[in-house]
DNA sequence: TCAATGCTTCGATTACGATCGAAGTATGAA
DNA sequence: TTCATACTTCGATCGTAATCGAAGCATTGA
Protein backbone atom coordinates (compact mmCIF):
# COMPACT_ATOMS: atom_id res chain seq x y z
CA UNK A 1 0.00 0.00 0.00
CA UNK A 2 2.97 2.49 0.56
CA UNK A 3 5.84 1.37 -1.11
CA UNK A 4 6.73 0.49 -5.03
CA UNK A 5 5.72 2.25 -8.27
CA UNK A 6 2.52 3.54 -9.10
CA UNK A 7 0.63 1.08 -11.61
CA UNK A 8 -2.72 2.52 -11.28
CA UNK A 9 -2.19 5.54 -13.06
CA UNK A 10 -1.03 3.61 -16.02
CA UNK A 11 -3.31 1.32 -15.51
CA UNK A 12 -6.25 3.39 -16.06
CA UNK A 13 -4.47 5.27 -19.01
CA UNK A 14 -4.94 2.08 -20.99
CA UNK A 15 -7.73 0.84 -19.43
CA UNK A 16 -10.01 2.80 -21.17
CA UNK A 17 -11.11 1.30 -24.56
CA UNK A 18 -10.71 4.83 -26.96
CA UNK A 19 -7.26 5.16 -25.43
CA UNK A 20 -6.50 1.61 -25.59
CA UNK A 21 -6.84 1.43 -29.75
CA UNK A 22 -5.25 5.08 -30.40
CA UNK A 23 -2.16 2.86 -28.41
CA UNK A 24 -2.60 -0.09 -30.63
CA UNK A 25 -2.84 1.91 -33.61
CA UNK A 26 0.52 3.88 -32.50
CA UNK A 27 2.23 0.26 -31.91
CA UNK A 28 2.04 0.38 -35.66
CA UNK A 29 4.90 2.64 -35.37
CA UNK A 30 4.18 5.59 -37.62
CA UNK A 31 2.91 8.77 -36.14
CA UNK A 32 -0.55 9.39 -36.32
CA UNK A 33 -3.08 13.09 -36.09
CA UNK A 34 -5.42 13.80 -33.80
CA UNK A 35 -8.16 13.53 -37.33
CA UNK A 36 -6.71 9.93 -38.08
CA UNK A 37 -6.45 8.63 -34.76
CA UNK A 38 -9.84 9.93 -33.58
CA UNK A 39 -11.34 8.20 -36.76
CA UNK A 40 -9.65 5.07 -35.75
CA UNK A 41 -10.98 4.91 -31.86
CA UNK A 42 -14.48 5.81 -33.64
CA UNK A 43 -14.33 9.37 -31.39
CA UNK A 44 -14.76 12.48 -32.77
CA UNK A 45 -12.24 15.29 -32.49
CA UNK A 46 -12.46 16.91 -29.22
CA UNK A 47 -12.68 13.44 -27.41
CA UNK A 48 -9.28 12.22 -28.94
CA UNK A 49 -7.48 15.90 -28.52
CA UNK A 50 -8.32 15.25 -24.73
CA UNK A 51 -7.39 11.37 -24.63
CA UNK A 52 -4.02 12.49 -26.59
CA UNK A 53 -3.43 15.21 -23.96
CA UNK A 54 -3.84 12.84 -20.89
CA UNK A 55 -1.21 9.87 -22.70
CA UNK A 56 1.15 13.14 -23.04
CA UNK A 57 0.56 13.66 -19.73
CA UNK A 58 1.27 9.97 -18.34
CA UNK A 59 4.56 10.04 -20.74
CA UNK A 60 3.31 7.13 -23.27
CA UNK A 61 3.31 9.33 -25.78
CA UNK A 62 4.74 12.46 -27.69
CA UNK A 63 4.27 14.73 -30.11
CA UNK A 64 5.58 16.72 -33.39
CA UNK A 65 4.31 20.12 -34.43
CA UNK A 66 4.43 20.46 -38.38
CA UNK A 67 3.25 22.85 -40.21
CA UNK A 68 -0.86 22.81 -39.16
CA UNK A 69 -0.75 19.04 -38.03
CA UNK A 70 0.57 17.78 -35.19
CA UNK A 71 1.98 13.80 -35.11
CA UNK A 72 1.56 11.57 -32.14
CA UNK A 73 3.57 8.70 -31.65
CA UNK A 74 4.59 6.39 -28.99
CA UNK A 75 6.90 8.34 -26.52
CA UNK A 76 9.73 5.88 -26.33
CA UNK A 77 11.36 1.92 -27.22
CA UNK A 78 9.97 1.08 -23.56
CA UNK A 79 5.93 1.81 -24.18
CA UNK A 80 6.12 -0.40 -26.89
CA UNK A 81 7.80 -2.71 -25.02
CA UNK A 82 5.34 -2.89 -22.09
CA UNK A 83 2.30 -2.39 -24.37
CA UNK A 84 3.49 -5.75 -26.22
CA UNK A 85 4.15 -7.41 -23.06
CA UNK A 86 0.54 -6.76 -22.04
CA UNK A 87 -0.89 -7.70 -25.04
CA UNK A 88 0.68 -10.43 -24.72
CA UNK A 89 -0.80 -11.32 -21.33
CA UNK A 90 -4.24 -10.40 -22.90
CA UNK A 91 -3.91 -13.34 -25.57
CA UNK A 92 -2.68 -15.47 -22.84
CA UNK A 93 -6.46 -15.04 -21.65
CA UNK A 94 -7.66 -15.35 -25.07
CA UNK A 95 -8.73 -11.74 -24.54
CA UNK A 96 -9.30 -10.07 -28.47
CA UNK A 97 -11.12 -7.52 -29.59
CA UNK A 98 -12.58 -9.39 -32.66
CA UNK A 99 -13.25 -13.25 -33.56
CA UNK A 100 -10.03 -14.50 -34.72
CA UNK A 101 -10.47 -12.52 -38.74
CA UNK A 102 -8.82 -12.89 -41.86
CA UNK A 103 -5.94 -10.73 -40.83
CA UNK A 104 -4.65 -12.51 -37.65
CA UNK A 105 -2.25 -15.39 -39.79
CA UNK A 106 -0.72 -12.09 -41.31
CA UNK A 107 -0.25 -10.81 -38.30
CA UNK A 108 1.14 -13.89 -36.50
CA UNK A 109 3.75 -14.09 -39.77
CA UNK A 110 4.99 -10.73 -39.44
CA UNK A 111 3.95 -7.54 -38.06
CA UNK A 112 5.36 -4.27 -37.31
CA UNK A 113 6.01 -3.64 -33.13
CA UNK A 114 5.48 0.29 -32.44
CA UNK A 115 9.37 0.50 -34.86
CA UNK A 116 11.06 -2.91 -35.58
CA UNK A 117 9.60 -6.35 -36.73
CA UNK A 118 7.56 -8.78 -34.91
CA UNK A 119 5.75 -11.94 -34.94
CA UNK A 120 7.22 -15.19 -36.48
CA UNK A 121 9.94 -13.71 -38.60
CA UNK A 122 10.50 -11.11 -35.83
CA UNK A 123 11.45 -14.39 -33.53
CA UNK A 124 13.45 -15.98 -36.74
CA UNK A 125 15.47 -13.12 -37.36
CA UNK A 126 16.77 -13.00 -33.65
CA UNK A 127 17.39 -16.81 -33.20
CA UNK A 128 19.20 -16.47 -36.90
CA UNK A 129 21.17 -13.95 -35.05
CA UNK A 130 22.24 -15.26 -31.72
CA UNK A 131 22.99 -18.86 -33.77
CA UNK A 132 25.65 -17.30 -35.94
CA UNK A 133 27.34 -15.89 -33.37
CA UNK A 134 26.68 -12.47 -34.66
CA UNK A 135 24.55 -11.10 -31.51
CA UNK A 136 25.84 -12.07 -28.16
CA UNK A 137 22.97 -12.95 -24.83
CA UNK A 138 25.22 -11.05 -22.08
CA UNK A 139 23.45 -12.26 -19.60
CA UNK A 140 19.37 -12.08 -18.91
CA UNK A 141 18.06 -9.78 -21.82
CA UNK A 142 20.85 -7.98 -22.00
CA UNK A 143 22.00 -8.19 -25.31
CA UNK A 144 25.31 -7.43 -27.56
CA UNK A 145 26.30 -7.28 -31.27
CA UNK A 146 29.95 -9.28 -32.07
CA UNK A 147 32.24 -8.02 -34.58
CA UNK A 148 30.92 -10.39 -36.59
CA UNK A 149 27.34 -8.91 -36.38
CA UNK A 150 28.99 -5.64 -36.50
CA UNK A 151 30.48 -6.55 -39.72
CA UNK A 152 27.30 -8.43 -41.39
CA UNK A 153 25.25 -4.98 -40.83
CA UNK A 154 27.52 -2.66 -42.19
CA UNK A 155 27.62 -5.08 -44.98
CA UNK A 156 23.82 -4.77 -45.38
CA UNK A 157 24.43 -1.39 -45.45
CA UNK A 158 23.43 -0.20 -42.01
CA UNK A 159 25.37 2.70 -40.48
CA UNK A 160 26.62 1.20 -37.51
CA UNK A 161 28.59 4.16 -36.61
CA UNK A 162 25.56 6.08 -36.68
CA UNK A 163 23.70 3.83 -34.20
CA UNK A 164 26.54 3.83 -31.81
CA UNK A 165 26.36 8.07 -31.61
CA UNK A 166 22.74 7.74 -30.19
CA UNK A 167 21.98 7.52 -26.59
CA UNK A 168 19.72 4.51 -26.98
CA UNK A 169 20.06 0.82 -26.81
CA UNK A 170 21.15 -0.67 -29.90
CA UNK A 171 20.17 -4.11 -28.96
CA UNK A 172 17.21 -5.44 -26.91
CA UNK A 173 14.98 -7.80 -26.38
CA UNK A 174 11.13 -7.80 -27.15
CA UNK A 175 8.02 -10.36 -25.89
CA UNK A 176 6.16 -11.53 -28.81
CA UNK A 177 2.77 -11.82 -27.68
CA UNK A 178 2.13 -14.35 -30.54
CA UNK A 179 4.79 -16.28 -30.55
CA UNK A 180 5.78 -16.10 -26.83
CA UNK A 181 9.39 -15.58 -27.92
CA UNK A 182 11.97 -12.66 -27.95
CA UNK A 183 12.57 -10.50 -31.23
CA UNK A 184 14.68 -7.79 -31.81
CA UNK A 185 14.32 -4.59 -30.23
CA UNK A 186 16.30 -0.95 -30.37
CA UNK A 187 17.73 1.01 -32.75
CA UNK A 188 19.10 -1.93 -34.77
CA UNK A 189 15.97 -3.75 -35.00
CA UNK A 190 14.32 -0.32 -35.89
CA UNK A 191 17.21 -0.12 -38.88
CA UNK A 192 16.43 -3.46 -39.73
CA UNK A 193 13.12 -3.45 -40.52
CA UNK A 194 13.52 -0.01 -42.23
CA UNK A 195 16.27 -1.88 -44.09
CA UNK A 196 13.63 -4.36 -45.49
CA UNK A 197 11.30 -1.61 -46.78
CA UNK A 198 14.20 0.60 -48.14
CA UNK A 199 15.25 -2.36 -50.22
CA UNK A 200 11.76 -3.52 -51.04
CA UNK A 201 11.61 -6.53 -49.59
CA UNK A 202 8.89 -5.77 -47.84
CA UNK A 203 5.68 -3.44 -46.92
CA UNK A 204 3.47 -2.00 -44.45
CA UNK A 205 -0.06 -2.86 -44.68
CA UNK A 206 -2.51 0.08 -44.61
CA UNK A 207 -3.92 0.90 -41.58
CA UNK A 208 -2.89 -2.46 -40.03
CA UNK A 209 -0.09 -3.69 -38.18
CA UNK A 210 0.91 -6.68 -41.01
CA UNK A 211 4.18 -6.83 -42.79
CA UNK A 212 3.92 -8.37 -46.34
CA UNK A 213 6.73 -9.53 -47.90
CA UNK A 214 7.27 -9.49 -51.45
CA UNK A 215 8.09 -13.21 -52.82
CA UNK A 216 12.03 -12.23 -53.79
CA UNK A 217 11.88 -10.13 -50.36
CA UNK A 218 11.14 -13.26 -48.40
CA UNK A 219 13.63 -15.44 -50.69
CA UNK A 220 16.00 -12.88 -49.63
CA UNK A 221 14.76 -12.50 -46.08
CA UNK A 222 14.62 -16.37 -45.38
CA UNK A 223 18.19 -16.76 -47.13
CA UNK A 224 19.86 -14.36 -45.11
CA UNK A 225 18.02 -15.56 -41.82
CA UNK A 226 18.45 -19.28 -41.51
CA UNK A 227 16.45 -21.32 -39.00
CA UNK B 1 -8.69 -0.80 -33.86
CA UNK B 2 -9.63 -4.20 -35.20
CA UNK B 3 -7.25 -6.67 -34.82
CA UNK B 4 -5.10 -7.90 -31.94
CA UNK B 5 -4.96 -8.84 -28.30
CA UNK B 6 -7.18 -6.12 -25.75
CA UNK B 7 -5.33 -4.16 -23.33
CA UNK B 8 -8.54 -2.30 -22.24
CA UNK B 9 -10.09 -5.09 -20.43
CA UNK B 10 -6.80 -5.64 -18.33
CA UNK B 11 -5.70 -1.94 -18.23
CA UNK B 12 -9.16 -1.04 -16.38
CA UNK B 13 -8.67 -3.80 -14.01
CA UNK B 14 -5.02 -2.54 -13.26
CA UNK B 15 -6.14 0.94 -13.56
CA UNK B 16 -8.45 1.35 -10.29
CA UNK B 17 -6.12 2.38 -7.27
CA UNK B 18 -7.92 0.27 -4.80
CA UNK B 19 -6.66 -3.13 -6.74
CA UNK B 20 -3.92 -1.84 -7.99
CA UNK B 21 -3.06 -1.78 -4.34
CA UNK B 22 -4.22 -5.37 -3.40
CA UNK B 23 -2.27 -6.54 -7.21
CA UNK B 24 0.73 -5.15 -5.62
CA UNK B 25 -0.09 -6.76 -2.15
CA UNK B 26 -1.04 -9.63 -4.28
CA UNK B 27 2.81 -9.56 -5.53
CA UNK B 28 4.26 -10.59 -1.95
CA UNK B 29 3.45 -13.94 -2.68
CA UNK B 30 1.44 -14.55 0.37
CA UNK B 31 -2.11 -15.39 -0.09
CA UNK B 32 -4.34 -13.16 1.36
CA UNK B 33 -7.96 -12.82 2.76
CA UNK B 34 -10.68 -10.10 1.31
CA UNK B 35 -10.56 -8.50 4.87
CA UNK B 36 -6.93 -8.67 4.55
CA UNK B 37 -7.18 -7.39 1.27
CA UNK B 38 -9.53 -4.48 2.16
CA UNK B 39 -7.19 -3.51 5.23
CA UNK B 40 -4.48 -2.61 3.01
CA UNK B 41 -6.40 -0.79 0.39
CA UNK B 42 -8.40 1.17 2.89
CA UNK B 43 -11.75 0.27 1.48
CA UNK B 44 -14.50 -1.72 3.46
CA UNK B 45 -14.72 -5.46 2.88
CA UNK B 46 -17.88 -5.01 0.74
CA UNK B 47 -15.94 -3.04 -1.82
CA UNK B 48 -13.32 -5.73 -1.52
CA UNK B 49 -15.39 -8.51 -2.19
CA UNK B 50 -16.33 -6.44 -5.55
CA UNK B 51 -12.93 -5.78 -6.53
CA UNK B 52 -11.83 -9.25 -5.97
CA UNK B 53 -14.88 -10.74 -8.31
CA UNK B 54 -13.76 -8.75 -10.80
CA UNK B 55 -10.08 -9.05 -11.19
CA UNK B 56 -10.88 -13.41 -10.89
CA UNK B 57 -13.31 -12.60 -13.38
CA UNK B 58 -10.70 -11.24 -15.48
CA UNK B 59 -7.95 -13.94 -14.41
CA UNK B 60 -5.86 -11.76 -12.88
CA UNK B 61 -6.51 -13.74 -9.19
CA UNK B 62 -7.32 -16.73 -8.08
CA UNK B 63 -8.91 -18.06 -5.06
CA UNK B 64 -8.74 -21.28 -2.53
CA UNK B 65 -11.52 -22.06 0.48
CA UNK B 66 -10.14 -22.95 3.55
CA UNK B 67 -12.62 -23.40 6.08
CA UNK B 68 -14.73 -19.43 6.23
CA UNK B 69 -11.32 -17.86 4.66
CA UNK B 70 -10.72 -17.43 1.12
CA UNK B 71 -7.40 -17.06 0.20
CA UNK B 72 -6.31 -15.04 -3.02
CA UNK B 73 -3.29 -14.59 -4.67
CA UNK B 74 -2.17 -14.08 -8.25
CA UNK B 75 -3.41 -16.70 -10.45
CA UNK B 76 -0.24 -17.37 -11.92
CA UNK B 77 3.60 -16.41 -12.90
CA UNK B 78 2.40 -15.10 -15.78
CA UNK B 79 0.49 -12.32 -13.78
CA UNK B 80 3.37 -11.59 -11.46
CA UNK B 81 5.82 -10.88 -13.97
CA UNK B 82 3.30 -8.43 -16.47
CA UNK B 83 2.80 -6.51 -13.31
CA UNK B 84 6.21 -6.23 -12.43
CA UNK B 85 7.09 -5.31 -16.20
CA UNK B 86 4.18 -2.42 -15.25
CA UNK B 87 5.90 -1.67 -12.27
CA UNK B 88 9.01 -0.78 -14.16
CA UNK B 89 7.50 1.38 -16.38
CA UNK B 90 5.83 3.06 -13.73
CA UNK B 91 9.49 3.27 -11.82
CA UNK B 92 10.84 4.88 -14.97
CA UNK B 93 8.31 7.75 -15.00
CA UNK B 94 8.98 8.59 -11.11
CA UNK B 95 5.83 7.60 -10.50
CA UNK B 96 5.36 5.56 -6.92
CA UNK B 97 2.89 6.02 -4.55
CA UNK B 98 4.89 8.05 -1.65
CA UNK B 99 7.86 9.57 -1.59
CA UNK B 100 11.10 6.96 -1.15
CA UNK B 101 11.46 6.01 2.05
CA UNK B 102 13.59 4.24 4.67
CA UNK B 103 12.11 0.96 3.29
CA UNK B 104 13.19 1.69 -0.45
CA UNK B 105 16.63 0.63 -0.26
CA UNK B 106 15.85 -2.92 1.00
CA UNK B 107 13.53 -3.40 -1.37
CA UNK B 108 16.06 -2.43 -4.21
CA UNK B 109 18.82 -4.76 -2.53
CA UNK B 110 16.25 -7.92 -1.81
CA UNK B 111 12.59 -8.48 -2.61
CA UNK B 112 9.96 -11.02 -2.92
CA UNK B 113 8.49 -10.87 -6.75
CA UNK B 114 5.24 -12.80 -6.39
CA UNK B 115 7.07 -16.17 -5.58
CA UNK B 116 11.15 -15.65 -6.18
CA UNK B 117 13.89 -13.38 -5.29
CA UNK B 118 13.93 -9.84 -7.13
CA UNK B 119 16.19 -6.95 -6.56
CA UNK B 120 20.00 -6.67 -6.74
CA UNK B 121 20.43 -10.14 -5.04
CA UNK B 122 18.54 -11.38 -7.47
CA UNK B 123 19.83 -10.05 -10.38
CA UNK B 124 23.19 -11.47 -9.20
CA UNK B 125 21.99 -14.76 -8.40
CA UNK B 126 20.91 -15.12 -11.83
CA UNK B 127 24.41 -13.56 -12.99
CA UNK B 128 26.23 -15.65 -10.76
CA UNK B 129 24.41 -19.02 -12.37
CA UNK B 130 25.05 -18.07 -16.21
CA UNK B 131 28.65 -16.86 -15.27
CA UNK B 132 28.99 -20.71 -13.74
CA UNK B 133 27.82 -21.78 -16.65
CA UNK B 134 24.68 -23.49 -14.53
CA UNK B 135 22.39 -22.40 -16.32
CA UNK B 136 22.29 -21.41 -20.23
CA UNK B 137 20.39 -19.11 -21.93
CA UNK B 138 19.07 -20.36 -25.24
CA UNK B 139 18.07 -17.90 -27.07
CA UNK B 140 16.03 -14.57 -25.99
CA UNK B 141 14.37 -15.34 -22.51
CA UNK B 142 14.71 -18.87 -23.14
CA UNK B 143 16.68 -20.39 -19.77
CA UNK B 144 17.55 -24.06 -19.36
CA UNK B 145 19.27 -25.47 -15.79
CA UNK B 146 22.30 -27.69 -17.53
CA UNK B 147 23.76 -30.82 -15.57
CA UNK B 148 25.89 -28.99 -13.79
CA UNK B 149 23.22 -26.49 -12.45
CA UNK B 150 20.66 -29.86 -11.99
CA UNK B 151 23.96 -31.25 -9.79
CA UNK B 152 24.16 -28.10 -7.75
CA UNK B 153 20.95 -27.22 -6.78
CA UNK B 154 20.15 -31.21 -6.18
CA UNK B 155 23.10 -30.71 -3.34
CA UNK B 156 21.62 -27.67 -1.90
CA UNK B 157 18.65 -29.85 -1.27
CA UNK B 158 15.96 -29.02 -3.85
CA UNK B 159 13.76 -31.55 -5.60
CA UNK B 160 14.77 -31.75 -8.61
CA UNK B 161 12.35 -34.57 -10.02
CA UNK B 162 9.77 -32.97 -8.49
CA UNK B 163 10.29 -29.38 -10.43
CA UNK B 164 10.35 -31.62 -13.32
CA UNK B 165 6.88 -33.44 -12.68
CA UNK B 166 5.13 -30.07 -13.01
CA UNK B 167 4.02 -28.43 -16.14
CA UNK B 168 5.29 -24.93 -15.17
CA UNK B 169 8.59 -23.94 -16.61
CA UNK B 170 11.48 -24.55 -14.17
CA UNK B 171 13.69 -21.88 -15.21
CA UNK B 172 12.12 -18.19 -16.50
CA UNK B 173 13.51 -14.68 -16.50
CA UNK B 174 11.34 -12.07 -14.97
CA UNK B 175 12.39 -8.45 -15.69
CA UNK B 176 13.21 -6.35 -12.51
CA UNK B 177 11.79 -3.01 -11.86
CA UNK B 178 14.79 -1.92 -9.83
CA UNK B 179 17.79 -3.16 -11.24
CA UNK B 180 16.36 -2.98 -15.06
CA UNK B 181 17.63 -6.55 -15.20
CA UNK B 182 16.37 -9.84 -15.19
CA UNK B 183 16.08 -12.27 -12.27
CA UNK B 184 15.34 -15.76 -12.09
CA UNK B 185 11.57 -16.80 -11.92
CA UNK B 186 9.70 -20.24 -12.42
CA UNK B 187 9.86 -22.96 -10.25
CA UNK B 188 13.46 -23.03 -9.55
CA UNK B 189 12.89 -19.48 -8.47
CA UNK B 190 10.22 -20.17 -6.11
CA UNK B 191 12.18 -23.00 -4.96
CA UNK B 192 15.32 -21.40 -4.14
CA UNK B 193 13.58 -18.44 -2.20
CA UNK B 194 11.98 -21.28 -0.21
CA UNK B 195 15.30 -22.63 0.48
CA UNK B 196 16.85 -19.43 2.18
CA UNK B 197 13.91 -18.75 4.01
CA UNK B 198 13.97 -22.28 5.27
CA UNK B 199 17.38 -22.63 6.15
CA UNK B 200 17.01 -19.28 8.71
CA UNK B 201 19.30 -16.78 5.75
CA UNK B 202 16.56 -14.81 5.21
CA UNK B 203 13.20 -13.99 6.13
CA UNK B 204 10.20 -11.85 4.59
CA UNK B 205 9.13 -8.72 6.47
CA UNK B 206 5.73 -7.96 7.82
CA UNK B 207 3.79 -6.37 5.63
CA UNK B 208 6.24 -5.47 2.97
CA UNK B 209 8.05 -7.11 0.07
CA UNK B 210 11.22 -6.49 1.57
CA UNK B 211 13.22 -9.53 2.09
CA UNK B 212 15.57 -9.56 4.99
CA UNK B 213 19.05 -11.39 5.03
CA UNK B 214 20.74 -12.22 8.62
CA UNK B 215 24.46 -11.81 8.90
CA UNK B 216 25.69 -15.39 8.22
CA UNK B 217 22.62 -16.07 5.48
CA UNK B 218 24.18 -12.98 3.71
CA UNK B 219 27.12 -14.61 3.75
CA UNK B 220 26.39 -18.12 2.53
CA UNK B 221 24.60 -16.21 0.04
CA UNK B 222 27.12 -14.05 -1.45
CA UNK B 223 29.81 -17.11 -1.10
CA UNK B 224 27.03 -19.45 -3.08
CA UNK B 225 26.81 -16.90 -5.69
CA UNK B 226 29.72 -14.65 -6.21
CA UNK B 227 29.65 -11.51 -8.53
C1' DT C 1 -29.83 -25.28 18.02
C1' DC C 2 -27.78 -20.84 18.58
C1' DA C 3 -24.34 -17.43 18.19
C1' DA C 4 -20.19 -15.63 15.96
C1' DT C 5 -17.25 -14.96 12.12
C1' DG C 6 -16.14 -14.30 7.22
C1' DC C 7 -17.76 -13.19 3.14
C1' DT C 8 -21.23 -12.15 -0.72
C1' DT C 9 -25.25 -9.91 -2.69
C1' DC C 10 -28.46 -6.15 -3.07
C1' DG C 11 -29.70 -1.42 -3.40
C1' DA C 12 -29.02 3.45 -3.22
C1' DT C 13 -25.88 7.13 -3.45
C1' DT C 14 -22.26 9.59 -5.33
C1' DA C 15 -18.44 11.10 -7.93
C1' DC C 16 -15.72 11.00 -11.72
C1' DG C 17 -14.68 10.83 -16.41
C1' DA C 18 -15.99 10.13 -21.28
C1' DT C 19 -18.40 12.39 -24.63
C1' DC C 20 -19.62 16.03 -27.83
C1' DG C 21 -21.44 20.82 -29.29
C1' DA C 22 -19.83 25.37 -29.51
C1' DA C 23 -16.44 28.66 -29.35
C1' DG C 24 -11.56 29.96 -29.53
C1' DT C 25 -6.57 29.67 -31.42
C1' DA C 26 -3.06 28.75 -34.75
C1' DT C 27 -1.27 27.72 -39.32
C1' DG C 28 -1.49 27.83 -44.17
C1' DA C 29 -3.57 29.04 -48.71
C1' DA C 30 -5.92 32.27 -51.88
C1' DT D 1 -7.12 40.23 -45.74
C1' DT D 2 -10.08 36.53 -45.92
C1' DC D 3 -11.17 31.87 -45.77
C1' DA D 4 -10.25 27.04 -44.71
C1' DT D 5 -8.12 23.51 -42.08
C1' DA D 6 -6.37 21.38 -37.86
C1' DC D 7 -6.60 21.35 -33.39
C1' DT D 8 -7.59 22.87 -28.39
C1' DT D 9 -10.45 24.61 -24.67
C1' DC D 10 -14.80 25.30 -22.39
C1' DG D 11 -19.13 23.84 -20.65
C1' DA D 12 -22.92 20.80 -20.11
C1' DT D 13 -24.69 16.17 -20.20
C1' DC D 14 -24.74 11.55 -19.31
C1' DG D 15 -23.32 6.79 -17.93
C1' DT D 16 -20.81 3.98 -15.42
C1' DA D 17 -18.44 2.29 -11.72
C1' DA D 18 -16.78 2.85 -6.95
C1' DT D 19 -18.49 3.01 -2.50
C1' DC D 20 -20.82 1.49 1.66
C1' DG D 21 -25.06 0.24 4.67
C1' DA D 22 -28.05 -3.49 5.28
C1' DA D 23 -29.42 -7.99 4.60
C1' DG D 24 -28.43 -12.76 3.27
C1' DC D 25 -25.41 -17.27 3.14
C1' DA D 26 -22.08 -20.38 4.77
C1' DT D 27 -18.91 -22.33 8.03
C1' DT D 28 -17.34 -23.10 12.64
C1' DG D 29 -17.74 -23.80 17.47
C1' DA D 30 -20.35 -24.25 21.62
Same mark, same amino acid.
Given at each position: ?8 ? $? ?12 ? &? ?17 ? $? ?32 ? !? ?34 ? =? ?15 ? $? ?10 ? !???? &? ?23 ? =??? =?? !? ?19 ? $? !? ?14 ? &? ?13
Amino acid at each position: MKEGPDIAL $IGSLIGDPARANML &TALMGGQALTPTELAGLAG $ITLQTASSHLAKLEAGGLVAQRKQGRHRYYALSE !DEVGLMLESLMGFAASRGLTRHRPGPKDPALRKARV =CYNHLAGDYGVRMLDSL $IAAGEIEVASGD !DLAL &TDAGRRRVEVLGIDYAALQKSRRPI =CRT =CL !DWSERRSHLAGSLGEALLALF $I !DKGWAKREKDSRAVRF &TATGEKAFLELFPR
